[in-house]
């Protein structure tokens, strides 16, 4: 389903394809999250946990800083930990075999473009959902993301988008899907660009949001939807669902953060709403998708 009367606007599968009933971790996928750091260890928290309610089979953070993995051990008991304090970043991501990666959450703009470059030198050709420090740290040149080698998606709030693009953005919806297809087109990848109304766009075909409200204005939401792309995207990496691509994914993953914001705000309302509430609306929500 697609909000209605939007310009361009085209139907995408908007429902992660069901598990078979002998499907083990790796066919509900892995996912590497580079995300975190001492001053910001929940946006490791929240990204790995939005991963794991959205499906993953098995969600890695990979950190620098103690402060991240001490707090994942209390917050998301089952996750497991890559320490990056020590030795090749680019060995010990190219050594793993997760099915899509999360990069920039709480990383800072320095360990974000490192992190990114030693990913970029692994060779992996897995999805990369590339957010926060990881869009600052190309401000200005977003077509560096085009060094990745699989499937991209970026997920700018309108300040981000503004900074890759080096212009202010118009608020108007037609600035927002041009701007969408700029970045998706420079980048290479699909571009998510949030706020109210959500649009995503791979260049070509275009998508926008229908879900959410303004209670998801708050800190910590674009990590949640972060991780639950993550684990959406993964599933196009699996092999087992060829028909799923990295744009249904998107869309899907957008869809499915809005509503889980829709349903929190129905419990705690729009001024009580934080983003451990959406992490805990998930599985409501794409249950409510399924249906």
């Known amino acids: 389903m697609t909000a209605a009367g939007a310009p361009g606007e085209e139907r995408r599968a908007l429902v992660p394809p069901p598990l078979a009933d002998d499907a083990h971790k790796g066919d509900a996928g892995r996912v590497l ?65 997760d099915h899509a990666l999360v990069l920039g959450c709480g ?35 977003p077509e560096r993301l085009r060094d990745w080698p699989g499937p991209l998606v970026l997920t ?44 995503v766009s791979d260049g070509a075909h275009v998508y926008v949001n229908d879900t959410g409200n303004p209670g ?3 800190a910590g939401a674009g990590d949640v939807l972060a991780g639950v792309l993550g684990a959406y995207l993964a599933l196009t990496a699996t092999g087992a669902h060829p028909a799923w691509t990295p744009l249904d994914a998107a869309c899907a993953a957008v869809r499915v953060h809005g509503l889980a914001g829709d349903l929190a705000a129905a419990h705690a309302g729009r ?3 934080i983003a451990s509430d959406l992490v805990g609306a998930l599985p409501a929500a794409q249950r409510r998708l399924e249906a």
Do not use: W, Y
């Open 216 to 218: 998801m204005a708050t």
């Open 33 to 97: 999250c580079l995300v975190g750091s001492r001053l910001m260890p929940g946006a490791a928290v929240l990204a790995a946990r939005a991963a794991q309610r959205a499906g993953a089979g098995l969600v890695c953070v990979g950190a620098r800083d103690r402060e991240v993995l001490a707090a994942l051990a209390v917050a998301a008991p089952e996750a497991v930990h890559l320490d990056l304090g020590t030795g090749s970043a680019t060995f010990a991501i190219g050594a793993r075999a």
């Open 156 to 199: 700018p709030h309108p300040g981000e988008a503004a900074r890759l693009l080096g212009r202010v953005l118009g608020g108007d919806d037609a600035a927002r899907l041009e701007a969408a297809r700029e970045l998706a087109r420079r980048t290479g990848g699909i571009c998510c660009l949030k706020g109210a109304r959500t649009v």
């Open 107 to 141: 990383l800072g703009v320095e360990l974000a473009r490192e992190l990114f470059t030693a990913a970029c030198a692994a060779n992996r050709s897995v999805p990369l959902v590339a957010d926060a420090d990881a869009l600052n740290a190309v401000a200005g040149e």
């Open 271 to 273: 001024r009580g709403l």
